[in-house]
C-alpha cells in the first residue's frame, strides 16, 4: 500500500517567543469515490526542526496506523532544478510506526509552502507521495488545513497523534508543576540590556534584540511569578558611565537570578588576553575613537563583577563583533519563517532552568575572536535570535526531556554557525566569502 502523510504544525509564542509552528491537516490520494485518507500533525521549530505524525486507517486489516518521522527542511526547486527560495519543502524521514504493524514500509509524503510576499510567512501549498522505488509521485488533494492554537490542544485531540504514554502527553496532562528547590517568592530577577539603538548602521536590528530579550526575560519572571526589575540603556542612556552605575547599583541577593545582555558594534585585538570582545560604548562616534578603559568595557570583565555579587544565577550576553577595529558587522539571511500559532511554554522547564537551588554563571559571546557578529533587520542579530529560537524550543511543551543550559547554548551555537555559513561577508581585502561566525561560551558552576 502507499505510504503515509505528514502534517504541518506551527507555534509561534509572541514576536520574541516564536520558536514553533503547528498545523493539522486532513488530504486524499486517488480518486473522490475511492480515496486514501489521511490526517496529519507537523510542528515545526523557527530552526527548521520538528516532527511529523500521520493518521489513517489500514485499507487490508481496516485498523488505525500512527506513523512519526524527523522531519527535514529545504528550499524547493523549479523546473530547471533551480534552487527556489519561494518554496519550503518539508519531507518525512525515519519513519517508525507507533501504533500498527511495526514491519509495514512507509514512503512519507512531503509537505509544499510558498511563500507569501504579502506577509513574509511561508504558507501551506501542496502534498506530494513519492515512492523512490517507482521513481513516481502524486499530488495529494488537502480537504481541510488549520493553524492549531494552545485551546486546540484538548486531551482528545492529543490523543489522535499520541499516546497515553508518549512524554507529550504527559507533559500537558499528567504531569504536574513540579515543586521548585527554590521558592520563587525568595527569588528577584535583574535584567540589565544595554543597546546601541542610535547608531544607524545597526540601529534597527539592535531594536529588535533589545525587544525579544527584554519581553522574553519579563515573561520567565511573570510566570515563575519573580520579582521583575529591569534597566534598559539604549538611546540617549547608552553610556560607559551609564553601564557602569547599572552593574554598581546591582545588588542580588543569596537567590537570585542576574541577566547582563549587549547588543552593538564590539571589538577585540591580538594584544588582549581575552577572547571575549570589547562593547564599544562611545556616545559620539564621529568624534571619539574606541578606546579601553575610556569608552569601551570588556564583557568577560563585566562577568567577573556580576559573578562577584553573589547571585545564584547570572548569566551575561553579548551579541557584538569580536575582531579588529574598524572591521563592520554583517549582514546575515533571514530565518525562514511559518504562520504563528498561540502556545505557551512548559512550566516546569522553566523552573529547571531559572530556579533550581544550585549556583550557575553562564558568559557568552556571539563570535569568537577574530569573527565578526552577524544580524539583519528582520530577525536582528543572528546570534541572539538562535538563541531565543533554542529557549524556546527547549522549553515548549512538546519537548520532551527536561532541558540545560548547555542544550540551549550548543543549539544555539550550532544554528548560528550554519545561518553564518548560508551568508555572504565582506572581508578586510574587500572579497566576498562566505560568513563564519561561531559562539563562544562557558559555564561554571557555583558562585
Known amino acids: 500500500m502507499r505510504k503515509i502523510t505528514l502534517l504541518a504544525v506551527l507555534v509561534f509564542i509572541s514576536k520574541c517567543i516564536a520558536a514553533q509552528s503547528l498545523f493539522e491537516f486532513k488530504y486524499y490520494f486517488g480518486e473522490k469515490k475511492d480515496k486514501e485518507e489521511y490526517k496529519a500533525f507537523l510542528l515545526r521549530n523557527e530552526d527548521g526542526t520538528g516532527f511529523i505524525r500521520v493518521k489513517y486507517i489500514d485499507p487490508d486489516s481496516k485498523k488505525t496506523v500512527l506513523v512519526d518521522m524527523d522531519m527535514e527542511e529545504q528550499y524547493g526547486s523549479d523546473d530547471k532544478g533551480k534552487t527556489d527560495t519561494n518554496i519550503l519543502v518539508f519531507e518525512g524521514k525515519n519513519p517508525q510506526v507507533i501504533i500498527g504493524d511495526a514491519n509495514e514500509k512507509y514512503d512519507p509524503d512531503i509537505f509544499w509552502f510558498s511563500k507569501n510576499e504579502e506577509t513574509g510567512f511561508y504558507e501551506p501549498w501542496a502534498v506530494i507521495s513519492s515512492d523512490d522505488e517507482a521513481d513516481t509521485h502524486s499530488e495529494g488533494v488537502i480537504e481541510e488545513m488549520r493553524l492549531l492554537e494552545e485551546k486546540d490542544l484538548t486531551q482528545d485531540f492529543i490523543l489522535e497523534y499520541f499516546t497515553s504514554d508518549d ?3 504527559k507533559n500537558l496532562f499528567v504531569n504536574k508543576t513540579k515543586t521548585p528547590t527554590l521558592p520563587s517568592q525568595t527569588a528577584n530577577f535583574y535584567l540589565v540590556v544595554v543597546a546601541n539603538t542610535s547608531d544607524k548602521s545597526i540601529g534597527t536590528t539592535v531594536v529588535k534584540d533589545k525587544t525579544k530579550v527584554i519581553e522574553n526575560y519579563a515573561q520567565v519572571a511573570r510566570l515563575l511569578n519573580l520579582k521583575f526589575n529591569s534597566v534598559a540603556l539604549s538611546g540617549k542612556e547608552f553610556s560607559k558611565a551609564n553601564v557602569e552605575t547599572a552593574i554598581n547599583n546591582l545588588h542580588p541577593g543569596f537567590n537570585d537570578i542576574v541577566v547582563f545582555y549587549y547588543s552593538g558594534h564590539g571589538f577585540n585585538d591580538k594584544g588582549s588576553s581575552s577572547k571575549y570582545p570589547f562593547m564599544d560604548l562611545r556616545t559620539d562616534p564621529l568624534k571619539e575613537y574606541p578606546t579601553v578603559g575610556v569608552n569601551a568595557l570588556n564583557i568577560e570583565n563585566v562577568y567577573k563583577q556580576i559573578v562577584a555579587k553573589g547571585a545564584r544565577l547570572n548569566i551575561v550576553i553579548s551579541d557584538c563583533c569580536n575582531a579588529d577595529i574598524g572591521m563592520s558587522s554583517t549582514s546575515a539571511a533571514q530565518v525562514n519563517v511559518t504562520r504563528p500559532s498561540t502556545l505557551g511554554p512548559n512550566l516546569n522547564s522553566y523552573i529547571s532552568l531559572f530556579l533550581d537551588n544550585k549556583p550557575v554563571s553562564i558568559l557568552m559571546t556571539a563570535a569568537a575572536k577574530g569573527e565578526l557578529s552577524g544580524g539583519n533587520d ?7 535570535n538562535n538563541f531565543m529560537i533554542s529557549f524556546d524550543k527547549y522549553t ?11 542544550d540551549i547554548i550548543q543549539l544555539a551555537q550550532k544554528q548560528t554557525i550554519t545561518r553564518a555559513t548560508i551568508s555572504i561577508c565582506e572581508q578586510p581585502d574587500g572579497s566576498f566569502q562566505k560568513c563564519r561566525q561561531t559562539p563562544v561560551y562557558e559555564i561554571k558552576p557555583g558562585r
Do not use: A, M
Open 396 to 406: 515548549g511543551k512538546f519537548f520532551e526531556k527536561t532541558p540545560t543550559w548547555d
Open 167 to 169: 512524554e507529550v502527553y
Open 378 to 384: 528582520n530577525d536582528g542579530g543572528i546570534f541572539t
